[in-house]
Structures are given as structure tokens and as C-alpha cells.
């Protein structure tokens, strides 16, 4: 695999206590009786209230870090090592991948998926936590996930990691297993590392898929007094601007909703003052890609393909799923 290692950035901190039998002493089971816990791997217990405030995410996360402390010497492949990292990716892994430490050992033992690969794998280390190269990590998602879940693993860890496109192409090529390598392809032609959010990269591989022109990312305007504002998507040939609006737009501004909507509408309102038409989706919209299609035409996105029903058939079914 990649034999290029670069510097690894800071795990992102496991989200909730963990309780392990084999670190808690002779009094564990008697501490489990008397309290409201979950288990979530065989010897690894979290508190239930802190455990139901956690999101879906935090929860994979949470169950990829108890597997450590049960197997301190697992290699994290695959979604695990993009959790680990801090990479986003779309989907939601049922499993926690490891690299298995013996040919042919490829299994699952509960919640946890060993991975066999013929290739030499150069696992990097990180406060004592073995996992792939971030090159390695979204090449594997890459390979072995729809198109447009291999698209968003790219876009984020050349936006986040700077990453460029040419490492990850000759780490797909290195490698001596060709297994998958087909399949990530379409998304190492794409990736630009531009998207902003796994969202933004989900919806260009529907409009491409759908039929549609592909549009300018990130194209500056300026707003005057309220400053440049970029947007998602430009199609300059009609005049058109898209914006896929993902929850964190608003929770993540200072000053908490309210104030973000505000802000956004005046931004919005100053935007379509310079341009012919103005569109918003969501995940809902992706989800249903029959749903965005409607809402690009309705504004008059140019459609300059056929539809690629096969593809969009297969990820609204993993995006229901």
C-alpha cells in the first residue's frame, strides 16, 4: 500500500467514558449491577444516559475505541481509521474493520470486520493506536463502497489533509491486489478536494448521474457591505446558483440558530440580486434522487446526459438503508 507516510493529525478523542473490565478492578461487576450502563463490545461498558446523548457518528467512534482497549494491537482499516482521523465519510458502517493479522483470517466477530489484503500494509501509530496512512484509508473506501461514498472519502481527506490527487491515483496503481481498483476509479477522476462537506461531494455525483451539467464550486461574489460570500455551486451558463444545506451550516455558527438563519437569508437575498435563479437541497433531496432532480429543473439547470439510472438506483438504496 502507500509508502509514502505523512505526519498523522490528532485522533479525535474518543466521546464518552469507557469501562473496561480488564482496567476496572476486582469490583467491575459489581459496579455494572448498581449502575445504568450499556455494553457495547464483551468487556466494554459506557454509561446509558451519557451513551443516549451521543450522536450516531460519536457512537461508531465510541465502539471503534472500545475494540482498541479490547485488542490493543488491531490495525483500524477502512471507515474505522477515517473516524479515527477525522475524515467524514457517507454511510453508516455496521462494523468496526481491523486488519486481519493472518492470510486467509478474513472474518466478522460481532461488530468487528478483519480485512485480509495481499498487500504490504505500512500502519501508522498515533498515541499508541495502530491505523492505515489516510492515502490508504479512503483509497480502501474507494475501492470497496459505491462511487459516490468513494468520492466524498477523497474530496475530505485532499480538503483536510491536502492530499493530492496523484498520490492517491499511484496508491490505487501500486497496489498488488486489483481487487476494487476498477470501481474506485470513477471517483479518483473527480476528486478535487473543492467540496466543502460529504454532501457537496454526494450531490455532484448525483447531478452527473441525473444528467446534469456539472457546476463551478466555490465561485465568489461579492456581497458589498456584508463582504464575499462563496457558493456551492454556480452554473454560470444559466446563471444559476445551488446550495446543499447540511444542519452543521447552522448549528456551528455563533450566536446559535436563530442568528445563523438570519444571517443566511440576508446573505441568500444579497445573492440572488446577481443571479437568474437560486436553489436549496438537502439529505432529504439526495436521498430521493427523483427529489432533485425535480428541484435542478425547476430552476433550469441545463441536462446535457441521459440519466444513469442503475447508479442512482443503488445509492438511494444505501442512503434509505
Known sequence: MNQLLRAQPDLVACPIELLVRSEFGSGFDTYVRSHAVVRIVPGVYVHEHDWRKLSVWDRYLAKVYAVQRRRPDAIFVEESAAALQGLPFLGRPQYVHVLAHKSGA???????????????????????????????????????????????????????????????????????????????????????????????????????????????????????????????CYWRSRGIIGEADGDSKYRLQAGGIDTAIISEKRREDALRRQVNGFVRWGWADCRDPKQLESILLSVGVPRVATRNSTRLRTLATLLRG
Request: hydrophobic share 50%.
Open 106 to 232: 478474513a472474518r466478522i466477530t460481532g461488530i468487528v470486520r478483519a480485512h485480509f489484503s495481499i498487500d504490504e500494509v505500512a500502519p501508522v501509530e498515533t498515541a499508541g493506536i495502530l491505523m492505515t496512512s489516510a492515502v490508504d484509508t479512503v483509497v480502501d473506501i474507494a475501492r470497496r463502497n459505491h462511487p459516490a461514498f468513494g468520492l466524498a472519502a477523497l474530496d475530505q481527506a485532499m480538503r483536510l489533509q491536502n492530499i493530492t490527487r496523484g498520490e492517491l491515483v499511484a496508491n490505487n496503481e501500486a497496489r498488488a491486489s486489483a481487487r476494487g481498483a476498477a470501481n474506485a476509479l470513477w471517483a479518483l477522476e473527480r476528486a478535487t478536494g473543492i467540496p466543502e462537506s460529504v454532501l457537496e461531494s454526494l450531490s455532484l455525483a448525483e447531478f452527473e448521474w441525473l444528467g446534469f451539467e456539472i457546476p463551478e464550486l466555490q465561485v465568489p461574489f461579492d456581497l458589498g457591505a456584508l463582504g464575499d460570500a462563496r457558493t456551492d
